[in-house]
C-alpha cells in the first residue's frame, strides 16, 4: 500500500508508539506501507521533528529520514493539483498523493485537504481510519 503521512501524524507516532499514528509508524517501519515523499515533504519532516518542544534527538530524526528515504518511494511532483487548499503549506503532501498515485493521504487535520477551490481525487483519511480500514 503506497500512501502520504502527514507531519502531524508522523510526529504523533514518533511521540507515542501507543494509538493509531504509532501503528502507522509500525507499518511503515516493518516496510508494510510504502511511504510517497518528495524534498519538500523530507524537509518538512526534519524541521517540525527537529523542534525542541519534541526532544528528538537529532541522530534519531537523521535515521528515521534515512530510513524513509531508503525504503519509501521520491515523486517527482512538480505538477500543481489545481486545488487551493486552506493551509496551503498542506499542498505538497497532496501534490505528492497525486502523482504517485497513492492509495491514502493520512492526516490528522482532514479540513486542511478539502479544497476551497478545485477537486481533487485523492483518498483522505484520519490516522484511525487507516488502521481500521488497511489493517
Known amino acids: 500500500m503506497r500512501v502520504v503521512i502527514d507531519t502531524n501524524v508522523l ?12 501503528r502507522i509508524m509500525d507499518a511503515l517501519l516493518a516496510e508494510e506501507i510504502s511511504l510517497l ?7 518538512e519532516y526534519r524541521e517540525v521533528l527537529l523542534r525542541p518542544a519534541f526532544g528528538f534527538r537529532h541522530a534519531d530524526v537523521d535515521t ?22 486552506p493551509d496551503p ?10 502523482a504517485g498515485a497513492a492509495d491514502a493521504l493520512i492526516t490528522g487535520n482532514m479540513r486542511h485537504f478539502k479544497p ?6 485523492v483518498f483522505i483519511c484520519s490516522p484511525a481510519d487507516f488502521v ?3 489493517r
Open 11 to 22: 510526529v504523533s507516532g514518533a511521540i507515542n508508539p501507543h494509538g493509531s499514528p504509532g
Open 37 to 43: 515523499y518528495d524534498d519538500r515533504i523530507l524537509g
Open 64 to 85: 528515521l529520514l534515512d530510513f524513509i528515504e531508503f525504503a519509501g518511494e521520491r515523486i517527482s511532483a512538480t505538477a500543481t493539483v489545481g486545488v487551493i487548499l
Open 89 to 98: 503549506d498542506d499542498l505538497p503532501f497532496l501534490e505528492v498523493a497525486v
Open 116 to 121: 476551497r477551490h478545485g477537486r481533487h481525487d
Open 132 to 134: 481500521q480500514r488497511f
